[in-house]
């Protein structure tokens, strides 16, 4: 199960500080094997759910002194008491399923946005989102890059000026050709602000790719996140593939 079906599953922004650290703790455990935690952990769930940072020291404090956690293999280190994690662990069992579904929430790119396209398309969505959750960043940069690559051309494609993108021989140029024709393509009408960021998104699944020294971070992707689901949104109806 993803992290986003599992806040909605549990209610999780209901619950108040101490309870949305257990329930984080368990589904660590549950579907990342994650039988200890940081709040370092905690805290860059919390981020990619979206909730206000909680007070490290304060957080620690409780997590002390609650009887459902205890002392891990280091003083850093937390886990979830075993009778608690019975409890849990009958209270959602659902949490531990498994299936050959690509764990992706909408963490980039919302479900309602892909679902219904294409399924290359929706493949690709998911695993950006998966990736990122997961910490893959230079992997998600990738995808986000091979995504904004390909619903470019299908939108040449869907205006008929696909040919204004191709090389000599019928191929397509790379993405820099592409890009650069867009943004003055009067036929294919990008908004300003979708020109405007191209090359930004370019430029970050380029650096993922080919520097050798270079690895993202989360901060190269989530910059960049909002920006990049309105431009694919903008592409997804360009190309047809929404409307």
Do not use: W
């Not at 940081?38 to 990619?48: G, H, L, P």
């Not at 205890?70 to 959602?92: C, F, M, P, W």
């Not at 140029?173 to 990008?190: E, P, V, Y």
């Amino acid at each position: 199960m993803n992290l986003g079906k599992y806040s909605k599953l549990v209610d999780l922004e209901a619950k108040n500080e101490l309870q949305k650290c257990l329930y984080v703790a368990f589904y660590l455990k549950a579907t990342k094997g994650h039988i200890e935690f940081s709040v370092s952990d905690i805290v860059a769930v919390f981020e990619k759910l979206h909730f206000s940072k909680p007070n490290i020291s304060r957080l620690k404090r409780n997590i002390s002194s609650s009887r459902d956690f205890i002392r891990g293999s280091a003083t850093s280190l937390y886990k979830v008491h075993g009778k608690t994690l019975t409890q849990l662990e009958k209270e959602i069992p659902e949490v531990s399923e498994k299936s050959e579904e690509i764990v992706s929430d909408d963490l980039i790119l919302p479900e309602s946005l892909f679902l219904g396209t294409r399924g290359f398309i929706e493949s690709l969505s998911k695993q950006i989102n998966a990736s990122y959750e997961n910490n893959l960043f230079d992997g998600c940069a990738v995808l986000m890059r091979r995504l904004l690559e390909i619903l470019l051309i299908l939108s040449y494609e869907k205006q008929g000026i696909e040919s204004q993108i191709k090389n000599s021989d019928g191929s397509y140029k790379l993405l820099n050709g592409i890009a650069a024709d867009a943004k003055a393509n009067s036929t294919l009408g990008l908004s300003r602000k979708t020109k405007d960021n191209l090359e930004k998104f370019r430029l970050v699944g380029n650096f993922s790719a080919h520097k050798i020294y270079y690895t993202a971070k989360r901060k190269d992707i989530s910059g960049i996140s909002q920006e990049y689901r309105a431009s694919i949104e903008e592409l997804l109806y360009k190309s047809g593939l929404i409307k």
